[in-house]
C-alpha cells in the first residue's frame, strides 16, 4: 500500500485528509496524481494545479519521482512567505 496524505487547503478543498492506495497500481507520483483527477471534477481541479507540491517520504520531489509500497505521498498548496 501506499499512503496519500493531503495538508494545508487541499485537505480541505478534497474534504478528505488521508487515502491508501494499492502499491501494485502505481510506479511514479504523476500516475498516482493522473489516478487522483480522476476521482471528480473537484479532484481534477486540484490536480491540475501545476504549483502542486509533492513529497515522497518527507522528501520534496518531482512528479517523475518513483514510488514504491509502504511509501508515503504527501500533497500540499505552495508555500508563501513574507
Not at 507520483?29 to 494545479?49: G, M, R, T, Y
Request: net charge negative; proline share 4%.
Amino acid at each position: 500500500m501506499i499512503k496519500v496524505v493531503f495538508f494545508a487547503a487541499l485537505r480541505e478543498q478534497l474534504n478528505c485528509s488521508e487515502l491508501s492506495l494499492n502499491s501494485n497500481d502505481f510506479s511514479t507520483v504523476d500516475e498516482i496524481k493522473q489516478h487522483l483527477a480522476s476521482k471528480n471534477e473537484q479532484w481534477q481541479q486540484v490536480f491540475a494545479n501545476n504549483s502542486l507540491l509533492s513529497a515522497v517520504n518527507h522528501e520534496m520531489v518531482s512528479n517523475e519521482q518513483t514510488v514504491k509500497p509502504g511509501d508515503e505521498v504527501a500533497f500540499f498548496p505552495p508555500v508563501t512567505g513574507g
